[in-house]
């Protein structure tokens, strides 16, 4: 019946009995967990079997048990000393993988520039009453495309790595808190030269001001999108198999915040029923962060601020621009305030994913 642990030799053909040896060009340590994930219920009968056959003949001295890791103090590592552990060997493994990181860089880099070139400038002119859409196309894709990347990223990364956390969770080697503190860490790490990659090229190309707030603004909306996304994808790859399984989850609840995002359909006429839809949506948020460092204290070329507002049918200045396409709410949180809902909703989404690990991974199921 069972698989010899002294014999790991033995394990292909363990496998390979039962009808599943590892195809080829395929790393044999991930064929193997792949298999018990996907037939997990009938890995664990064989198991079972084995083991009640072999418990009445096995001597005591061969029923060996794993090591545990010892901390500094010679006990078990405390959730500091696991963190750590477990953050470095995560940076390790993402920073070692050279492929994998140019791969990103080379995702991003060569997008931004063909946006930056194809609205090359455009904020840099008068600031005009056309050109405000442009210039919130330009946004809206800024904040839309990275949303899409680290959810997919985030579920997909998450999905490869959970068969190796229920291993070593009921090994005893870690526990969750510190293995999800560090899981993240590792994706962070990876995620900010891929945030410059795609931020810096479009910001300079499209001539957005060179100043140190707007500029630290810009960058820490998209990484706080990045993180966020990063974290619901991870939530979502606790459950789902495939690239599938995260669209079927993704595209239902993206679709509305987009379509009410402010951009497509401007606040003041999106019907009453979808306005929950408007100020619960992450993108909404990040766009006006973004549009706020813009244009708050900007004067239109274009329009005559002399006349009293209701006898034109422009916008004056920024405050002006802001009031007619953003909330009351979003002007009086002010950027900070919004930079922290985004953080509460990285909180949040962080909450339901070590949640989820509970119920859809650490099932008690080995």
Same mark, same amino acid.
């Given at each position: ?128 009453? &056309?050109?405000? !859409?442009?210039?919130? %196309? #330009?946004?809206?894709? =800024?904040?839309?495309?990275? +949303?899409?990347?680290?959810?997919? $990223? ?54 957005? &001001?060179?100043? !140190?707030?707007?500029? %630290? #603004?810009?960058?820490? =909306?998209?990484?706080?999108? +990045?993180?966020?996304?990063?974290? $619901? ?134």
């Amino acid at each position: 019946g069972g698989l010899a642990e002294d014999d790991p030799k033995a394990v292909e053909a363990y496998f390979a009995r039962f009808g599943a040896p590892t195809p080829v060009h395929t790393n044999p340590a991930h064929h193997y967990i792949t298999e018990i994930q996907a037939h997990g219920d009938l890995w664990a009968q064989r198991w079972a079997a084995a083991q009640e056959g072999d418990a009445a003949t096995a001597p005591p001295a061969t029923r060996r048990r794993q090591r545990p890791v010892r901390g500094a103090g010679g006990g078990r590592p405390t959730a500091w000393e696991q963190t750590v552990i477990l953050t470095r060997r995560t940076i390790l493994e993402n920073f070692k993988n050279r492929r994998k990181f140019f791969r990103g860089i080379m995702s991003r880099l060569p997008t931004s520039i063909v946006i930056g070139t194809f609205f090359w400038r455009i904020a840099t002119g008068p600031l005009t009453q &056309p050109s405000v !859409f442009t210039l919130r %196309g #330009v946004l809206f894709i =800024t904040v839309q495309s990275p +949303i899409i990347d680290s959810f997919y $990223a985030g579920a997909a990364s998450f999905q490869s790595t959970r068969g190796m956390l229920k291993r070593e969770y009921y090994d005893g080697l870690y526990q969750i808190s510190p293995y999800y503190l560090a899981y993240h860490a590792g994706f962070l790490a990876m995620q900010m030269p891929w945030t410059f990659a795609w931020v810096v090229p479009l910001y300079l190309l499209v001539g957005l &001001p060179l100043e !140190f707030e707007k500029v %630290g #603004v810009f960058v820490l =909306t998209i990484f706080l999108v +990045i993180v966020l996304a990063c974290a $619901a994808g991870s939530t979502v790859g606790t459950w789902t198999k495939d690239t599938e399984g995260n669209r079927a989850v993704l595209m239902p609840a993206f679709i509305p915040m987009v379509i009410f995002s402010g951009y497509v359909i401007p606040y003041a006429q999106i019907p009453w029923v979808w306005k929950p839809i408007y100020f619960v949506s992450p993108l909404q948020w990040a766009i006006t962060i973004i549009e706020t460092s813009r244009y708050r204290g900007l004067e239109f070329d274009d329009c005559d601020a002399s006349l009293p507002r209701e006898d034109r049918r422009c916008f004056a200045t920024g405050e002006e621009f802001l009031e007619e396409h953003t909330t009351q709410l979003a002007q009086a949180l002010g950027i900070p305030g919004m930079l922290c809902l985004c953080f509460g909703y990285i909180v949040f989404f962080m909450l339901c994913n070590i949640r989820a690990i509970r119920k859809c991974v650490l099932d008690g199921r080995v």
